[in-house]
């Protein structure tokens, strides 16, 4: 499904060959500022006094950061706490590192900085936590966090330990922070199963037959799938799911429930913040039982 070649993984799941200086140049140039103003923001909720529990339990951080207590052990996914380069928060994060206590994995899908935050990743480091990431993406944690422990992953690769699985598996999408490390490290999403569940993590993904591919292979409890940053569609859909492609993931995953992310907390695109909650709304009241909507900082039991 792909392959590293001249330093650099390229093939069918690479979308950054789609959106090239034209593009960007078109989007630029049809704005619609106004529109971009319009929804209503997410407002967090305070449950740290939940946080102490011993329960498994999944706590949604905002964006696509996730906090999971799995058979004892607590992973934390593509943290970000604050700001990130070019773009300022509409919300505040819910819970500061120190509140989310000891972390045992950190896991991050992909090198883009609205997943890989160096702040937030150099404060988690401190709890000295065991970090599962895409191949070579650990060189550049090295450089934010020199002491950090990493384990690299291939897709569909898995690493287990302590009654606690991780697998990555394809997304289709890519990754960069600056002029010339474009797709230099392997992007993806995760499967987490313990002996009673499995959970799905997307990360940063567009449409594609990878989600068939991925339910075929594991049995889904829940799949946490990117909701938000879809508009202008003609770049946006070769990186993201809009609200109704990420229903349609879900069925595709063969999944038990749903729980939408990756929505709400950057302005990434120009769909108004609160339009895609108001979206997978009207997909949840269609489809009762299939969509758990949780709001920043809500601890939801497994």
Known sequence: MKRFHNGKFTGKYDTSVHVGFPQI????????????????????????????????????????SFLLQLNGKRLLLDPVFGDIPFYRRLNPAPYTPEQLGKIDYLLLSHTHYDHVDAPSVSKVAESDPLAVVPLHMSRL???????????????????????????????RHWGRRGLFDKNRALWGGYILQTAGKTIYFAGDTAAGDHFEQIGRRFDIDLAL??????????????NHLNPEEAFAAFRQLGAKKMLPMHYGTFRLSDEPPGEPLERI??????????????????????
């Open 281 to 302: 709304e009207k997909i949840a009241d269609a489809h009762p039982g299939t969509v758990e909507i949780v709001r920043p900082g809500e601890i939801i039991l497994l």
């Open 25 to 64: 140049l078109r989007w630029k140039l049809s704005r619609r500022p106004g529109r971009r103003e319009a929804g209503r923001p997410l407002r967090t909720v305070d449950m740290s006094d939940r946080l102490g529990i011993g329960d498994d339990f999944l706590c949604w951080l905002s964006h696509a």
């Open 225 to 238: 799938l990117p909701i938000g940053a879809y508009e202008p569609a003609f770049i946006m859909k070769h």
């Open 141 to 171: 944690l090295k450089k934010i966090a020199p002491g950090l422990r990493c384990v690299e992953l291939d897709w569909y690769e898995t690493f287990g330990e302590e009654g606690v699985k991780i697998t990555l598996v394809p997304a």
